[in-house]
């Protein structure tokens, strides 16, 4: 029932949405035109991050690194976390970050925010030992979404995919 509720009273504005500011106004207001970039080297960085984006960042740095010395201008290759931010500013499309129970029986999102700990299997939001040690709440598990509306803006901005859609 709860569910239901938080479905009926939900609103971009709501806290439990996560929606940074940039998202919020991107929703409201999309751009009209495909991202451009005008750096080569700006582009190889992207293009590099897509081709590895299954691989540990540490492969990207080493490319990057490697191709730095090699390659004049090469060292301007932005770094994976760079590239990140990057493609969500030029795409509009970013990831909202939710707490989630260790053994994945819930999010701590909705009804749930305010719980510490899983009402199914008892595993805490945080990590205790960590907790303990250093008094800083580190989380067990966390997951990422991406909102459909800015995914779907972002597909309508180019005129291949919109045509598609």
């Given at each position: 029932?709860?569910?239901?509720?938080?479905?009926?009273?939900?609103?971009?504005?709501?806290?439990?949405?996560?929606?940074?500011?940039?998202?919020?106004?991107?929703?409201?207001?999309?751009?009209?035109?495909?991202?451009?970039?005008?750096?080569?080297?700006?582009?190889?960085?992207?293009?590099?991050?897509?081709?590895?984006?299954?691989?540990?960042?540490?492969?990207?740095?080493?490319?990057?690194?490697?191709?730095?010395?090699?390659?004049?201008?090469?060292?301007?290759?932005?770094?994976?976390?760079?590239?990140?931010?990057?493609?969500?500013?030029?795409?509009?499309?970013?990831?909202?970050?939710?707490?989630?129970?260790?053994?994945?029986?819930?999010?701590?999102?909705?009804?749930?925010?305010?719980?510490?700990?899983?009402?199914?299997?008892?595993?805490?939001?945080?990590?205790?030992?960590?907790?303990?040690?250093?008094?800083?709440?580190?989380?067990?598990?966390?997951?990422?979404?991406?909102?459909?509306?800015?995914?779907l803006q972002a597909l309508w901005r180019d005129p291949k995919s919109a045509e598609h859609m």
């Open positions: 029932f709860s569910f239901i509720q938080a479905l009926h009273a939900a609103s971009l504005d709501d806290p439990v949405a996560k929606l940074t500011p940039e998202a919020l106004e991107k929703l409201r207001n999309p751009p009209q035109q495909p991202p451009h970039i005008e750096s080569p080297i700006i582009c190889h960085g992207v293009e590099m991050y897509f081709h590895l984006k299954h691989v540990v960042q540490a492969a990207y740095k080493g490319i990057a690194d490697s191709a730095a010395r090699r390659f004049p201008g090469a060292e301007d290759i932005p770094t994976s976390h760079s590239v990140e931010h990057l493609i969500a500013k030029l795409s509009g499309v970013d990831s909202v970050k939710n707490h989630m129970c260790l053994n994945t029986c819930i999010a701590f999102t909705g009804p749930f925010t305010d719980l510490k700990q899983c009402p199914f299997c008892d595993s805490h939001q945080y990590d205790q030992l960590k907790l303990e040690a250093t008094g800083k709440q580190v989380l067990t598990h966390e997951f990422h979404i991406i909102p459909l509306g800015l995914q």
